[in-house]
């Protein structure tokens, strides 16, 4: 998790915190309905902003991402409507539970490439929001803003130089000699793998070797000369989790699954055509990662 994420869950984190304590502190001069728009807009806020967040930081785990992202929206919900009535209580929970499990689902598809971005909207969107909530229940319970609160632009100005200031600051780390020359060593062997191959063909001495990155295979076309068996290798070196999945002609399916850094294999025999093979990983396929193996005669 870099600087700014971290920064950015601590600022919504204040911002949930700030509305929680006026809602119970002013909870007799807010009227039920009002409570209850409260309690369903927290709700959707933390549970998308929330779901978004574990989508994207537990890239492939839906299962336990959604789980965790429900449970982030139904108790933000819930406990914002607390002051108020039951109904309060339940539209918070439920608007919590549906906020949390679109934003889980959001997070896990996007591509690794547009993560960052996909969070910097949600922030953002959740800071509109909760400053529109704020304003409104200020105005309802008759109290005085902050200044900087009370002022848009000053707030804006404020925001926008605090957040340039955390980008000087988020500057990635130098890469230690021994994970350079290990990068270094794994670039230079893909790179003997496939100027070895002739005419496109990634074999040698039968075996095929598939390179996974984010998002990409290498090579993308493969050449193997059919009857004869082979051993197709795929080696992840991508910073997340990688697949290649395939169907044969006989309607089986050639799966293989990576950690990054991992190496998995698989010994095949396909009788002679064209076949596609892909990352079925969500959003995965869309961003690029598939390839063709053309087995010859």
Not at 123 to 152: A, E, G
Not at 207 to 231: D, L, M, W
Request: some cysteine.
């Amino acid at each position: 998790m870099d600087m700014m994420i971290s920064v950015e869950i601590v600022i919504a984190a204040i911002i949930v915190m700030w509305i929680m304590k006026t809602v119970f502190t002013y909870r007799n001069k807010i009227s039920p309905s009002a409570g209850m728009m409260t309690a369903m807009t927290m709700g959707m806020l933390i549970g998308l902003l929330g779901g978004v967040t574990v989508g994207v930081l537990n890239p492939g785990g839906l299962l336990h991402s959604t789980i965790i992202g429900v449970l982030i929206g139904l108790v933000g919900g819930f406990i914002t409507g607390l002051p108020f009535t039951t109904m309060a209580v339940l539209d918070g929970g439920l608007s919590g539970l549906m906020g949390g499990m679109m934003g889980v689902m959001l997070g896990d598809m996007v591509a690794s490439n547009l993560q960052s971005i996909l969070l910097e909207y949600m922030f953002w969107l959740f800071i509109c929001f909760t400053l529109i909530l704020i304003y409104l229940l200020y105005d309802v319970i008759t109290l005085k803003l902050p200044l900087l609160i009370r002022s848009p632009i000053l707030l804006t100005i404020t925001l926008v130089l605090f957040f340039l200031a955390i980008g000087q600051l988020d500057v990635p780390k130098e890469v230690g000699n021994e994970e350079e020359r290990t990068n270094s060593h794994t670039i230079h062997e893909e790179g003997k793998e496939v100027s070895n191959a002739k005419g496109g063909v990634a074999s040698l001495d039968n075996i095929t070797r598939v390179v996974a990155r984010e998002f990409s295979y290498s090579p993308k076309t493969i050449q193997i000369e059919g009857g004869k068996p082979f051993t197709l290798i795929m080696k992840n070196i991508g910073d997340i989790e990688h697949d290649l999945e395939l169907t044969a002609a006989d309607g089986s399916v050639i799966h293989l699954h990576a950690l990054p850094g991992e190496e998995k294999q698989k010994h095949l025999n396909l009788p002679v055509g064209t076949y596609q093979f892909e990352c079925t990983l969500p959003g995965h396929k869309e961003a690029g990662m598939l390839g063709s193996m053309v087995v010859s005669k």
